[in-house]
T-cell receptor
Framework: DAGVIQSPRHEVTEMGQEVTLRCKPI?????LFWYRQTMMRGLELLIY????????DSGMPEDRFSAKMPNASFSTLKIQPSEPRDSAVYFC????????????FGPGTRLLVL | AQTVTQSQPEMSVQEAETVTLSCTYD???????LFWYKQPPSRQMILVIR??????QNATENRFSVNFQKAAKSFSLKISDSQLGDTAMYFC????????????FGQGTRLTINP
């Protein structure tokens, strides 16, 4: 079975540019999560969706960040404009059932903003 | 707010030895889930083991087992017969049953298995 798929795996961009990260959850899963991992703050939840609806976006740092889930098999996390402090590894995870089921993580996108 | 603490930033053991990683957490909830995730150098987050707080029996998965002490809010991971492939960062994580499906992670323990 395919796991959570993320693209790109690596992204290098310049400050001020728009960055779009993509995620395909495991087929049949109906909850999707975006996490960010940095040395300073560790792993933190940015936003999560249940049945394509954003449920909790309290972890989104600021208005420069936005996330969408237009259908059950695709989600994007966009940063516009990007800043050097956004450099991090961004993980997408999915789970099944809408309850507190185990979250399965994608391989992550390593973002470097110069 | 829930917090998770891993007091051992780094550990190192010889191959085939047994190692225990510590984790404590703070919550006022009575029902919740606890997890250990492994992050090897590839950076992939891999689920190692999961424990439901309402279950008294400690979870086991092959060479991995936990010691869940609910009253002490402690959730340690024991790796038996350690292998070189166990070298990774290990994260303890907490999730409530009620409310947000949010994993709260500890800071991680970097485990090195030496040949």
């Amino acid at each position: 079975d395919a796991g959570v798929i993320q693209s790109p795996r690596h992204e290098v961009t310049e400050m001020g540019q728009e960055v779009t990260l993509r995620c395909k959850p495991i087929s049949g899963h109906n909850s999707l999560f975006w996490y960010r991992q940095t040395m300073m703050r560790g792993l933190e939840l940015l936003i999560y969706f249940n049945n394509n609806v954003p449920i909790d976006d309290s972890g989104m740092p600021e208005d420069r960040f936005s996330a969408k889930m237009p259908n059950a098999s695709f989600s994007t996390l966009k940063i516009q404009p990007s800043e050097p402090r956004d450099s991090a590894v961004y993980f997408c995870a999915s789970s099944f059932g809408g309850t507190q089921e185990t979250q399965y993580f994608g391989p992550g996108t390593r973002l470097l903003v110069l | 707010a829930q917090t998770v603490t891993q007091s051992q930033p780094e550990m190192s053991v010889q191959e085939a030895e047994t190692v225990t990683l510590s984790c404590t957490y703070d919550t006022s909830e009575s029902n919740y889930y606890l997890f250990w995730y492994k992050q090897p150098p590839s950076r992939q987050m891999i689920l190692v083991i999961r424990q439901e707080a309402y279950k008294q029996q400690n979870a086991t998965e092959n060479r991995f087992s936990v010691n869940f002490q609910k009253a002490a809010k402690s959730f340690s991971l024991k790796i038996s017969d350690s292998q070189l492939g166990d070298t990774a960062m290990y994260f303890c994580a907490f999730m409530t049953v009620q409310g947000a499906q949010k994993l709260v992670f500890g800071q991680g323990t970097r485990l090195t298995i030496n040949p």
